[in-house]
């Protein structure tokens, strides 16, 4: 494996990090390599790849730490997190800039508590699947590069399963609980050192905290935004979960939504309901004031900065509805105004009526077939003809409305088949899933589950 390594994070404070190297596994063996991805992260790899995105080697160059963090999980602060079972391997420069690359599911660290450290096929492949979904769909998200066969039995819930380790990639991992974590310490030099790290990763043109601030809030509203767009649910938005450059992380009890309810929840921990899809905005907003909180130790003025980080915070609001806006607004091809806006919610509306498929009813529109999924509903036919006068760019609403996306059933099939070891239905929906704005040739892959087949609860898998 051959890189340009240039390991940032690693040269910051010790506090910071434990150095840990990967705990090697008994017979590494790969499941898939990500060679485009590795091409744009300016990587080269010989036949033996898997030894080293497994754990048993070391790159050349790379400098493997476990980083820590905080966290508040389910509204409940925890003070010390940190990576129980990754291993930052490093970054690496290339034609795309600085990435880092890391593995899950290799082995115990400071951070471990009572687990294990390692992963199962199931997280793996979930969490290779969805993340490289989402980039198809244009989300920002962590990236998979690989994933490798450990050659070991876990020992989980639903008994022994073979062991598995992801290895990802991401613009940084820190979190919103990253910054809890130093300000929890009243450690400044490692705060300040941290916001430094985090305005290079991310956002450059950011001086002060408030700039930073202001940039996170409107990065995730964004982001929450496009997560609405598509049907996603992340299931266990925790402030460890949540990345300060706006993009998606931590693919635990994920998932997407068959027929549309506004308060959709699939995460088996999420008994409240607290990440349900219509609070995800709530939660994100949430989780923005907890990094104010946590960045208040970089002003000069507390008093002056608890009042504008709060103004900030609360805007989180108004971006987000913007950018919903624009989303939906593309999703039903016309310009976002308040005609657009009341023509969603009636759209949606009658989705949520009748349980109609959410994916499927904003393909109907782009394929001219809205009628054969909502057509029974008493509004339809008005909501259709105050659509139609509106003269809608019909053309470019397949390039928004995904024809597939990673649905519940499919992922939970293509667990079960893995574990047995048949990997033909990863590879088959990997590969529709790079195109998700295509027509798809496998009508099982764009079809709504039966009722048989529909999955009602998902689970983190570690």
Not at 319 to 348: C, N
């Amino acid at each position: 494996m051959q890189a340009t390594w240039d390991n940032s994070y690693a040269a910051l404070p010790s506090q910071m990090f434990t150095r840990q190297a990967p705990v090697p596994v008994a017979a590494p063996e790969g499941l898939i390599l990500n060679t485009n991805h590795a091409e744009e992260l300016g990587i080269t790899f010989d036949g033996d790849w898997p030894v080293f995105l497994a754990g048993n080697q070391i790159p050349p160059g790379a400098d493997p730490i476990a980083q820590a963090y905080a966290g508040h999980q389910f509204g409940h602060w925890n003070p010390q997190l940190g990576d129980g079972r990754a291993v930052l391997l490093g970054e690496v420069l290339g034609p795309q800039g600085r990435f880092d690359v890391q593995l899950k599911g290799a082995g115990r660290t400071t951070w471990s508590r009572n687990g294990d450290g390692r992963a199962w096929y199931g997280p793996v492949l979930r969490e290779y699947l969805i993340s490289e979904a989402m980039h198809a769909l244009g989300i920002p998200t962590t990236r998979a590069l690989a994933a490798v066969s450990t050659g070991e039995t876990i020992l989980r819930e639903q008994g022994p399963l073979p062991g598995a380790v992801i290895c990802r990639t991401a613009s940084s991992h820190i979190r919103v609980g990253t910054f809890q974590y130093f300000t929890a310490r009243d450690d400044k030099q490692a705060l300040e050192v941290l916001f430094q790290q985090a305005i290079k990763r991310h956002y450059s043109e950011a001086q002060t905290a408030e700039h930073f601030l202001s940039a996170a809030v409107a990065a995730q509203a964004r982001l929450i935004a496009q997560w609405m767009g598509v049907g996603f649910i992340h299931g266990v938005m925790n402030t460890d979960n949540s990345h300060v450059g706006g993009i998606t992380i931590d693919y635990g009890p994920c998932a997407f939504m068959d027929d549309f309810v506004p308060m959709k929840t699939f995460s088996s921990i999420d008994r409240q309901g607290r990440y349900a899809y219509g609070n995800q905005p709530n939660l994100a907003a949430w989780n923005m004031a907890q990094l104010a909180t946590a960045l208040l130790p970089l002003t000069k003025d507390r008093d002056a900065s608890i009042i504008r980080f709060t103004e900030i915070v609360q805007g989180f609001g108004d971006i987000f509805e913007r950018e919903y806006s624009k989303v939906f607004s593309r999703k039903i091809g016309l310009p976002a105004d308040q005609e657009t806006d009341a023509l969603i919610d009636g759209f949606l509306k009658m989705m949520a009526d009748i349980g109609a498929d959410f994916t499927l009813c904003f393909r109907a529109l782009a394929i001219g077939d809205a009628h054969a999924h909502l057509g029974a509903h008493p509004d339809f036919a008005d909501w259709h003809a105050r659509w139609q006068a509106a003269r809608p760019a019909r053309g470019k609403l397949a390039q928004v409305n995904p024809a597939i996306i990673p649905r519940n059933h499919l992922i939970e099939a293509m667990i079960a088949d893995a574990v047995a070891g048949d990997m033909r239905l990863f590879h088959a929906l990997h590969g529709a899933l790079k195109t998700p704005f295509s027509h798809c040739e496998t009508p099982r892959f764009i079809a709504a589950p039966s009722p048989q087949e529909v999955v009602t609860k998902t689970f983190c898998g570690t």
